[in-house]
Structures are given as C-alpha cells and as structure tokens.
C-alpha cells in the first residue's frame, strides 16, 4: 500500500514539473509585441482535451489558431454562415460534412438497405461546431457500411482523399474564400495575424490532404487580401466566447 502510494504521489510531482516545464518554454519564446498577447496565454494542460494544441505550443513567429479566443473564428467549426453557389450554410463544417449526405431520393445512399440517416442533407448544412462534426461521423459509419469513400457536390461523385485530382481541395479553398469574404470579422481577424504563421489548434495525421490543412489555406487567402490593404497594421480584435469544448 506504501509503495503505491508512493508512486501515485511521484507521477502527481513528475506531471507538475513538466507542465511547468511547458510553460516555462512557452515564456521563453519571444512573441512579437506587435500581436495581442493573449493569442499565446498558457493554457492548463490537466484536462486539456487531446486532439488539441495549446496556444503556449506556438514556435517562433507561429500561433495557433485557438478556439479559446477570437482565432477561433478561423476554425471550421465557427458559426460563421455563408452562402455558397445559392445555399446558405452556417459553418464551414457543416459544409463539409453534409456532402457526406444523401442529396435525393434516388441517391445510391438513401438507396442502401439497412442506412438509416438521421439527419438530411440541408439539416447537417446547418449545423457548427462538434455538431456537425458528429453529423459526419455518422455519415462516415454509414458510408464505411456501403463500401464508399466519394462524397457529393452537386450531384457529383468527388473523392475528398484522392490522390489524383485535387477537385476537393478547389472547392473546400472556394467555400472557405466565401466565408472569409462574407464575414467581416473573420477577415479582420485573418489580417490581423500579419506575418505570423498559422498552425493548427487540433493534432492532423501526418500525410493529411491538402483540404484539410486548413491553417495553409487561410495563409493563401490572407495574401490575397493583404494585397489589397495598405501595409500591416494590427488593429485590435474582439473575443468571442471559446467553443464549447
């Protein structure tokens, strides 16, 4: 029982040092002063959820892009509604994960005996954050059921993870173009990161496709409208409350 004991209280010390070391190493970056501070404010890594990188993980001249402050607005997950080629969605998300979705009647997957779809299409379009995430996930054990990995648009059959053609990855870059474009506070925020690169705020597979590198794409986007603004100044920015987590 001593023994036990014992080990239980050295794994307690071991975590605090090194989440203490995390933060020190964090301090020790250097940020720019240009940028609001708060963007690299350390976060507790007890009960950080896993998926997620913590804001104090930035490098040199990196941020994350946080959910647990106005950076979140970047993220997929954001209620930031768009319309795009006529329809209305309310995140980048729901976007995403409603092509996983039966499109008609006659579509091969409300077809498939045995599927049931909970939601439909327009429904999952609708939804932000974890919501739609897991409107996708249920998608996804459907689609793993008939044997399929394309997705639709449209009426046409796309392969999200195809290694030959980068169909997916143009239409994800032009919906998220419209989300920026049409939400005046996501723009402001995309600028207001300057020079800093973007990272991610949630671990990636290692290969993952372009679409899904999120952070490289709004990098492309914010060149493209810092060429249309005098040179950078950072402007201050509001902060929305952080996801649900």
Known sequence: MRNRILVTVLCAVVAFLLAN??????????RDARYPAHWWTPVPT???????????????????????NELGLLSNFAPTPFTFHGKKYASLEGFWQMMKYPEGTNDARATFPGLEWKLTREQVGQLTAFDAKHAGSAADANMKKMGITWVTFEGKRIEPRSTTSDEFYKLIVEATREKVRQNPEVQKVLLATGDLVLKPDHHQEPDAPAAWRYYKILTTIRAELQKQQTPFTPVETSQPAPFPR
């Open 46 to 68: 007890n009960g950080a959820p896993s998926w997620e990188i913590l804001p104090q993980e930035a490098g040199p001249g990196e941020v994350i892009l946080s959910k647990r």
């Open 21 to 30: 070391a995390a933060q020190a190493d964090s301090a020790a970056v250097e």
